[in-house]
């Protein structure tokens, strides 16, 4: 059986992949926070559940000259520049490193809690393909 099959299990692989991306963009931003000019970027958070539509429309490229709608190599999520919510420094850097670490923080917390359901899950599925098969 292939687990990616079961809505649970796609969801919680694609939120794996996003804060994999996330954290580079993340790692990224702590390693410019003395470059001048630099804003803080994220990625944008996509739903993760199924949706009626999703899987019916679907991105076309109708010409190779067109964008594919794959945004900065971070596996096809929006790359953007929140607004700044504290002052530039004197050289236009907008990266505070507590901000950032915070951000870090929360994304590693994300992607444990999410490989310990994925985790429980599959034990739980396993728990009962046993008692089913033997």
């Known amino acids: 059986m292939d687990l990616n099959s079961l809505a649970v299990f796609a969801a919680a692989n694609q939120n794996i992949k996003f804060q994999t991306e996330?954290?580079?963009?993340?790692?990224?931003?702590?390693?410019?926070?003395n470059t001048p000019g630099y804003l803080p970027k994220d990625l944008k958070r996509p739903d993760f559940g199924p949706s009626e539509f999703s899987s019916?429309?679907?991105?076309?490229?109708?010409?190779?000259?067109h964008l594919s709608g794959v945004g900065n190599n971070y596996g096809g999520y929006k790359l953007y520049t929140p607004k700044p919510t504290t002052a530039?420094?004197?050289d236009g850097n907008g990266v505070v490193l507590e901000d950032q670490m915070n951000q870090i923080s929360k994304s590693k917390s994300e992607y444990d809690r999410i490989i310990t359901l994925y985790g429980k899950y599959q034990t739980m599925l396993n728990t009962a393909n046993t008692k089913i098969n033997g």
Do not use: C
């Open 88 to 90: 530039l420094t004197i």
């Open 22 to 33: 996330r954290q580079k963009v993340l790692a990224a931003n702590v390693a410019n926070a």
């Open 56 to 65: 019916q429309l679907k991105m076309v490229l109708t010409n190779e000259k």
